[in-house]
């Protein structure tokens, strides 16, 4: 093992290489771009044995990994943004095949207006599409990740893609100590590839002509029971690797002082590190808070957000995405759990990169829980916190330019 | 050279194949698998191709087969590829696109894989329109087809997919029609011992969507070559060559009128007493001809760019 001082993007890389993977395709787009510079480098030194194809486009991205996956390589893609909504097609191809690959995903505004930074909207427009999908909050859970990802995408009881999501350049672009291990304890702790099935002269199959409609759900609903499956691979590959290589991290949600917290916030991604700040001033002022941190989006920690939801007064979700017309697919997830048992807040914050600090979690959060205190159940299923210049003062006052 | 009697007298279209009758897809699926056997992987977008197979889990046609998103057939046929490279395979990767899934939507995956010069043979079936969703006009309808959404008849020529690919200057184009198979299956195996990027554009008149009878497709096919509409011609390494049932067609006095390919297809009804009509078609032949004499006139039996660059 070594440490490195690597960019959440370079980190994801090293992991590639570590995985073996051996085909890549991938087209550039802000900010994932660093992650196929640098497998392109690896290979071209002849460091990374595996080919690389430099397509036109996103889409074809997607169609050229699943092609190499479904005649048997291990491969790997990246992308963002617009990228993301543009290969959307083949994201439901490869769920829909059951083709297990691994892509990162640099999670990123949506224009217009153009905008390269930070948000969860490109992610979690993929959220029904029968991917796995998880979240890093820094750059070694990025590594670590995409390591895993291969062994979880790759187990019989899964076999499903994978995305590792990492934040526009709070992550992508930002150095960090990481611990990359050997090759040697990658290839003790990762085995050779596995998937359903091969497409090949040898095999004869054939994938994806049509089937009766009944055998057409059926294979729906397996994808829902693999994805049901996933939970505990998650969880035991999160363990394994902990015994492996000395990080574990509570499978799919990391809990922060959950054990004796009255409220908890929930979060996903880089900004969880703010929330995790933000509970010790909290409760230095006797605010018995927690932070669960969700790892994976889908599959959806059903159990995990349960039993909290009948543990404590009230919960706090902080959405980086919205449903247009709906409230924050975080908080509709987190409601759907919750199911009336506790108080809840809904809040939109950060939205395209807007900067969101301690002391604006600490706010929202005491203001939330001094309501519940006084006036008991609370839902409030949409709180948007606004950017700083326009926050605390009303919104007939500040917004009518935007509508 | 093909004889008949030397093919594989295998079955390729399996009883549950869903074609209609005089279906050319499932008659150039046929003579591609004579002409491959078995070490042939097919990658098929949407279109009629992905229907042909029958229903799932069992499938009406002999091959290993990845079914794609319309737009993703070259790039998928890509990674195909490499992963059997990186395997130690020597499987030939090819791809079965309908004209949409060529010259339109699947135009951008292709254009890409002809460039980086894939190691892939793609075959473009065009039957002239998009046939699976119901005969709509796409970039291959030729001028005056009525199809669904041209009722009174296209307004615009035929793109032309194989000088389009000629200008990529890949090792290998040819044209070739479901009317003459043993020319087909020539170019097939000639293709497969080339290595790079491979283009066979097939003509496939479809019974249902250009209004013929179903036992006419073969005669169609070879009216079309007949007439000049359809020359069969390869550009290999660099030069051009009519193919042998071509040749003679490059005297217009020798082209049977294009009336006659014209009035078995109900497609072109409306026409039919409208010279004017009749003569923008027959202005249509002219130059494709005149471009075909520019590019055998300008031979160059080199290597194309992209092959240089491998050596
Ligand atoms: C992205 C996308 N758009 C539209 C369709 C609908 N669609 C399926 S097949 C097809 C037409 C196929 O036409 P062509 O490629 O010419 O093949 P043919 O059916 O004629 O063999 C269309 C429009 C689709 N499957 N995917």
Known sequence: MTILTLTGNYAVAYAVKLARVKVVSAYPITPQTTIVEKL???????????????????????????????????????????????????????????????????????????????????????????????MAQENQEAFDLTLQAFRISEDPRVYLP???????????????????????????????????????????????????????????LSIQKAMEAAKEVIKEVDRSYGKKFGREYGGLVECKKCEDADYIIIIAGSWSGEAKMAIEDLREE???????????????PEEEISELASKVKGIIVFDRAVSFGSKGPLFLDVATTVNGRTSLRGVIAGLGGTEVRKEHIIEVTKEFINKVEEEGRVFEPEYWLLPDPYRGKPLEEVAPRWW | MVIIHKLPNRRYGMPGNASCPGCPESMG????????????VLVIPAGCSSVIQGIGPKSGINFPILNIAF??????????????????????????????????????????????????????????????????????TP??????????????????????????????????????PHDFIEKLRKAAKIKGFKYIHLHAPDPVGWRFDSSLTVKVAQLAVQTGMWPLFEYERGSFKL???????????????????????????????KPEEIKKIEEYIERTWWWIDLLERSTNPAKTARELLNK
Request: with cysteine.
């Open chain 2, 71 to 140: 737009a993703a057939a070259g790039a998928a046929a890509s990674g195909m590829k490499a992963a059997f490279e990186v395997q130690g395979k020597d499987y030939i990767v090819v791809v079965w696109a309908g004209d949409g899934g060529t010259a339109d939507i699947g135009f951008q995956a292709l254009s890409g894989a002809a460039e980086r010069n894939e190691d892939i043979i793609y075959i473009c079936v065009d039957n002239e329109a998009y046939m699976n969703t119901g005969i709509q006009r796409s970039g291959l």
């Open chain 2, 143 to 180: 001028y005056g087809a009525w199809t669904t959404t041209t009722w009174t008849g296209k307004k615009e020529h035929k793109k032309n997919m194989p000088f389009i690919l000629i200008a990529h200057d890949v090792p290998y184009v040819a044209t070739a029609s479901v009317g003459y």
């Open chain 1, 162 to 220: 994978m995305m590792v999501g990492l934040e526009a350049f709070i992550l992508s672009h930002t150095v960090a100590p990481v611990d990359v291990p050997d090759q040697k304890e990658v290839d003790e702790w990762l085995p050779p590839r596995r998937q359903p099935y091969v497409i090949s002269p040898e095999t004869n199959f054939v994938m994806g002509n049509i089937v009766p409609d009944e055998d057409y759900m059926m294979m729906r």
């Open chain 1, 286 to 300: 006797g605010y018995r808070v927690g932070v669960a941190r969700i790892r994976f989006i889908r599959p959806w």
């Open chain 1, 40 to 134: 392109a480098e690896m290979i071209e030194r002849g460091e990374m044995d595996a080919k690389m194809i430099r397509v036109e486009s996103e889409h074809s991205a997607l169609a050229t990994v699943y092609g190499a996956a479904s005649a048997g390589a291990r491969a790997f893609t990246a992308t963002a943004s617009h990228g993301l909504l543009y290969m959307h097609e083949m994201v439901w191809w490869v769920a829909g095949a059951r083709m297990p690959l691994v892509m990162a995903v640099v999670s990123r505004a949506i224009g217009p207006p153009w905008n390269i930074h930070v948000d969860h909207q490109d992610i979690f427009d993929q959220r029904d599409s029968g991917w796995i999908i998880s």
């Open chain 2, 29 to 40: 699926l046929r003579y591609l698998k004579m002409a491959l056997g078995d070490k042939a």
């Open chain 2, 243 to 273: 193919s042998p049932f071509s040749k003679k067609y490059k005297d217009p006095s020798k082209r049977v009128p294009v009336i006659e390919y014209l009035k078995i297809q109900g497609r072109f009804k409306h026409l039919l007493n």
